[in-house]
């Protein structure tokens, strides 16, 4: 099974740089099930800030993503 997470920054600000687990729904003839699912925390990319505090090399996902698109190297 293949699932593709679709993310928009619309406030860079705002996203947290702690752990944001993703809540996946799953709908099957006997009803639906939530779990959620942590991505893995992505490498630091030339231009990514570090968080004190924190892995020095590694930010979570929505982190990296909004990293990459707020502040562009």
């Not at 490498?43 to 892995?55: E, F, H, M, S, T």
Request: hydrophobic share 35%.
């Amino acid at each position: 099974m293949e699932a593709v997470l679709v993310y928009q920054v619309t406030d860079c600000a705002a996203v947290p740089a702690d752990e944001w687990p993703v809540p996946v729904t799953v709908r099957r003839t006997w009803g639906t099930a939530t779990g959620h699912v942590q991505p893995p925390s992505q490498p630091i990319q030339v231009g990514q800030r570090a968080y004190p505090g924190r892995d020095p090399f590694t930010v979570q996902w929505q982190r990296g993503v909004a990293d990459m698109v707020c502040y562009p190297s």
